[in-house]
């Protein structure tokens, strides 16, 4: 009894060949220290940040010890208590919680925008890009940290409006750099083939120019990321944060009258927002080197 074989799609030898640019591309970046340390940093803080309700179910502001226990003091509390007999360690891993939330949340948001405001600025050119142009320049020219403060003052400062905020002044930033690769690659050729064969204007955004473009907009999210949390970060240390959450910010800001007898106060979750924010930067570094084709053709 003869058993017939399975037929299988032919492979193209353009599918072959985005193969084994994306095995490059992870290759060069799993190779690069730098992105190999920021991401284990940026690991190690969204797996704590995710298991503080497992760490630490009570709510962290509770007064949970006499104050002022420096960390070592009493292992019960490896980073001591603060000027309330709180827990540092715990108000540090619920903080997380908050930090990552606004950055991802902000530059999920502002992508979003500055993606579809840049990608048809790009694409359709003319009186379209003009207007968005201008727009993109009014954003521009607002100072960024004190329209979110007016903001996030005029509305009640919980996470979801302080990353709205952020990402109302973030969102420029893509928006001009996905402008400028959708100007750049709609001018190729199999962009002109696509249109010879009648794909819409939806399809060859989305589908054919969209992935030419992502590598430098995905480094320039990464950066985002850092300086939303370090915006947040600002917001707390000023009050202009929900007084019922903690996060790194408001640690800071209610230490700060103590950083003289009680500086780990400060310390410490100021080292979690420079570690983060580093570790971002890091990652991002070695985006820009993993999908960066001159690197690639070194």
């Known amino acids: 009894m003869r058993i017939p074989f399975l037929k299988t799609a032919p492979v193209s030898p ?11 591309e992870l290759r060069l970046f799993l190779t690069n220290p730098n992105a190999v340390i920021g991401l284990s940093i940026l ?7 995710l298991l503080a309700p497992v760490l630490y179910p009570v709510d962290p502001l509770n007064m949970v010890a006499r104050p002022f226990l420096w960390p070592g003091q009493d292992w019960a509390y490896p980073l001591g208590t603060d000027a309330l007999g709180r ?28 993606l579809t405001v840049g990608a048809t600025a790009g694409y359709f050119g003319g009186w379209v890009d003009v207007v968005l142009v201008k727009l993109i320049e009014v954003f521009q020219t607002l ?3 004190v329209l979110v403060v007016v903001i996030v003052a005029v509305l009640d400062p919980t996470p ?12 420029p930033t893509i928006a001009r750099l996905s402008r400028a690769e959708f100007r750049s690659i709609r001018q190729r050729d199999y962009i002109t083939a696509a249109r010879s064969l009648g794909c819409g204007a939806g399809h060859i955004m989305w589908r054919e120019i969209l992935p030419n473009a992502l590598p430098p907009l995905i480094v320039t999210s990464s950066i985002m990321v850092a300086s939303a949390i370090l915006m947040e970060s600002g917001l707390s240390f000023m009050g202009l944060s929900d007084p019922n959450i903690v996060s790194w910010g408001s640690m800071i800001g209610s230490g700060r009258e103590f950083i003289r007898t009680a ?15 580093l ?11 993993a999908l960066n084709p001159r690197s690639q053709n070194d």
């Not at 979801?160 to 969102?171: L, N």
């Open 14 to 24: 353009h599918d072959v060949a985005e193969a084994d640019l994306s095995r490059r």
């Open 279 to 289: 570790a971002l930067n890091m990652l991002g570094d070695g985006l820009n080197d």
């Open 143 to 145: 100072p960024n940290f």
């Open 43 to 49: 690991a190690l803080v969204a797996v704590l940040a």
């Open 87 to 114: 827990d540092v360690l715990a108000g540090a891993l619920h903080g997380a919680r908050i930090s990552l939330y606004v950055g991802l949340a902000a530059t999920v948001l502002g992508f979003g925008i500055g």
């Open 263 to 277: 500086w780990y106060l400060t310390a410490l979750p100021g080292l979690a927002i420079v570690l983060t924010v």
């Open 160 to 171: 979801t409006i302080v990353s709205i905020a952020i990402a109302i002044v973030s969102w």
